[in-house]
């Protein structure tokens, strides 16, 4: 066997030193250091990883990195080739379950452990899937298809427009309910304009990922897909949602709104949040709770409006103090027919911008104002800045947040170059995207740290 296949990814310090007491990566290791005894599982590296750290997936399940100059002795207690493969079983059919279709568009939509090996194994046909979560065969008849194998923030107009097409074909078909495995980074931006391509839909679409994969004790991946499967198998919210984790204790999901969902935090599993309204439902493994009642039902019909036009050529820009107006010239100059700027406060930018904003507005291209406060509306008749932005031709959004604002607006322009028209299917409602008012419970940001809500959380925390 090669060092390359021996030691993968493996070099400089870490590599002399595993050669040095015989170890190679699956090799099943008592690693004593400086710092104490570590055993479990020399895992692969990747060959831009640094040379100083050998990685073992402990006993636990978690990984860890072990400096190679802290290292004093390495047992070998055996090794473990992997084997990327999961041994499929057949989906079972029951004719009394609906039919569910899970799209993939890139990422691991389930996977699980292998602890003989220590690999994280990828897992997306039925047969694998029921291998990993069994207990989908009790929720329904599963099929599956890979759109797409890319990173989540490779995601764009191209992977919209197919995802959007393969759901109209699926529905066509007569399925009950749509799942969508995507990464979770840009989630919320293609459940914004997914909400816009597949409109009417008979039937729920719900888009699905993980925060923490399959080899973490942690991982949310195998009850967010029980959860989404749910949802799409037996809701009656007949509208594209994001199913996450609700609360860290895992008693249920939420369904929240294309338009109104956005990631919050990079890795807690509960960071998709429902901004300026509440969500939808709650989903368990046994119940589906509805939030609220809005929302469009399922039907029994096939039919469903989609529409992929989408215009490329807009930018969002996140307005900061001292920008220079080269940053929209540069727009302007590149083409761009569309800006969505993130403003500060009730949709503000400064002085300096207005002749750049002038030109835009002369050149045909709509610009759009949203807030980065993400709560909240835009208000430019408050101040004098507000209203002197609207003569040169920025138009308030409400309170859409600003990736919506960006998809929405690309989707309009794809449908027609007429700035009044534009402006007409910016302002109608198609989702929710924009809302009368914002509930008092659709802003709630807990301070940590003052009394009251230690207190509050000391209640509740499990």
Not at 73 to 88: D, F, M, N, Q, S
Not at 225 to 231: D, E, N, P, Q
Not at 364 to 370: H, L, S
Not at 436 to 443: A, F, K, L, Q, T
Request: net charge neutral; glycine share 10%.
């Amino acid at each position: 066997m090669s060092d390359q296949e021996s030691y993968k990814g493996y070099r400089g310090e870490a590599l002399s030193t595993l050669k040095n007491f015989g170890a190679m990566v699956w090799s099943d290791v008592n690693i004593k250091t400086k710092r104490g005894l570590f055993t479990g599982i020399i895992l692969p590296r990747s060959e831009t990883a640094d040379p100083l750290h050998i990685v073992i997936k402990l006993r636990s399940g978690y990984n860890v990195g072990i400096a190679s100059a802290q290292v004093e002795a390495i047992e070998v207690t055996g090794r473990k080739e992997a084997h990327y493969k999961i041994p499929e079983k057949a989906f079972p059919f029951d004719p009394k379950l609906p039919r569910v279709k899970l799209f993939g568009t890139g990422g691991t939509i389930a996977s699980r452990l292998d602890y003989r090996t220590g690999a994280v194994i990828p897992a997306f046909s039925p047969g694998e899937l029921y291998g990993s979560v069994p207990e989908l065969a009790d929720i329904c008849n599963l099929e599956t298809e890979k759109l797409y194998g890319v990173f989540s923030e490779n995601m764009g107009p191209e992977q919209w427009r197919g995802t959007a097409e393969a759901i109209g074909r699926e529905i066509e078909r007569g399925v009950q309910g749509i799942v969508i495995g995507h990464g979770t980074d840009t989630m919320h931006h293609t459940a914004a304009i997914l909400s816009f391509m597949v409109q009417n839909s008979p039937v729920p679409i719900v888009m699905v990922g993980s925060q923490r994969s399959s080899d973490r004790p942690s991982s949310d991946a195998a009850l967010n897909l029980m959860h989404s499967v749910k949802a799409a198998a037996e809701s009656d919210i007949a509208e594209v949602m994001v199913c996450m984790f609700g609360p860290t204790s895992d008693e249920y999901g939420i369904l929240h709104r294309g338009t109104r969902v956005r990631k919050m935090h990079s890795s807690y599993r509960s960071t998709f949040r429902t901004i300026g309204d509440i969500p939808i439902a709650t989903v368990s493994r046994q119940t589906i709770s509805p939030l609220r009642q809005d929302y469009k039902r399922r039907r029994f019909d096939r039919n469903v409006v989609i529409n992929t036009a989408f215009e490329e050529a807009v930018s969002i820009v996140y307005y900061y103090p001292n920008m220079k107006a080269d940053i929209i010239d540069s727009l302007i100059d590149n083409g761009y027919k569309g800006i969505i700027i993130a403003g500060t406060g009730l949709g503000h930018v400064n002085k300096p911008l207005y002749p750049a904003l002038k030109r835009a507005r002369d050149k045909g291209i709509a610009v759009y104002m949203t807030v980065q406060t993400l709560w909240g509306y835009v208000q430019m008749y408050v101040y004098d800045t507000g209203r002197d932005m609207m003569e040169l031709g920025v138009v308030p959004m409400a309170n859409m947040l600003p990736e919506v604002g960006y998809v929405k607006l690309g989707w309009a322009l794809g449908q027609t170059n007429d700035l009044d028209k534009v402006k007409e299917i910016m302002y109608t409602p198609i989702a929710g995207e924009i809302t009368e008012r914002e509930p008092s419970n659709g802003y709630l940001i807990l301070q940590g740290g003052i009394p009251e809500v230690e207190e509050f959380i000391s209640k509740v925390r499990k």
